[in-house]
């Protein structure tokens, strides 16, 4: 199983760092979660084809995470296996309204992509080997986190999110843990706005250290904001010493 990193960067794309999205490479299933920009062609420089997702998790309606969308749907329009896009209700409803908006919604279209609205708290079977569940995040109303277990591996996306400690316990144990981490402590004071919106490194590392995840990957840096990633690194192994991988944009991470 692969993790395979589209892009880790914030609300900004700069670049080095695309808006954040990334791929679940498990043995019978390719899950794209997060839309942003031109995902086919990140998908291609990474040795995959569009037609190979086979499921798509939309963690918020933000268009960081989102406006991608069309243009994904529209390459995929000659499509014939079925599609499936998840995301919370009002996400579903977003989506819908802004493939209408550029006419994707003709009988081709939809006689493959399925919408699937998901309550917080509810568990999916995603084939045989493979389910999630969708856990409500504080960042916006829209917001999921989601946990994907193969019955080996257990992986929480917690997409853009203050952190949340109790929720992280309750999906204890973790193989994998990808989460929210746009800036270091000291950025984070200067901006209360995003702080309450978004995960430090400092308390990352802290919380990580009582979690221990096998492995912890921060994404969803806010390079705009000049931060340091070296600065990242060194506060969130202030507290944990294990695996950590701080990614790239296109940075395969294998889970084994």
Not at 233 to 239: A, D, F, G, M
């Amino acid at each position: 199983m692969k993790i395979i990193f589209l892009g880790t960067g914030g609300s900004v794309p700069t670049a080095s760092r695309d808006n954040t999205s990334l791929l679940l490479d498990f043995n019978h299933s390719l899950i794209l979660v997060d839309c942003p920009g031109s995902v086919s062609a990140r998908l291609e420089k990474v040795g995959y084809q569009a037609d190979q997702v086979s499921e798509i998790f939309i963690t918020h309606l933000h268009p960081d995470h989102v406006y991608g969308l069309p243009a994904l749907i529209h390459v995929l329009r000659e499509r014939e296996k079925a599609l499936r896009l998840f995301g919370s209700e009002q996400t579903i409803d977003f989506c819908l309204k802004l493939l209408q908006l550029y006419c994707l919604d003709r009988e081709k279209i939809w006689s493959h992509l399925h919408l699937v609205k998901i309550a917080p708290e509810q568990s999916v079977t995603l084939n045989a080997g493979l389910k999630f569940a969708a856990y409500q995040v504080r960042h916006h109303p829209s917001s999921l986190a989601f946990l994907f277990d193969d019955g080996e591996r257990r992986i929480f996306v917690s997409g853009d999110t203050a952190l949340e400690p109790e929720l992280l316990f309750q999906v204890l144990p973790l193989s994998v843990l990808v989460h929210d981490c746009c800036f270091p402590s000291g950025v984070a004071d200067s901006f209360p706005g995003l702080k309450n919106k978004h995960t430090n490194s400092l308390e990352l590392g802290r919380v990580a250290a009582k979690l221990q995840p096998g492995l912890l990957l921060p994404c969803h840096f806010m390079s705009e904001l000049r931060i340091s990633l070296e600065e990242i690194e060194k506060e969130i192994r202030e507290s944990f010493d294990g695996r950590l991988v701080i990614p790239q944009d296109f940075q395969v991470v294998d889970i084994g």
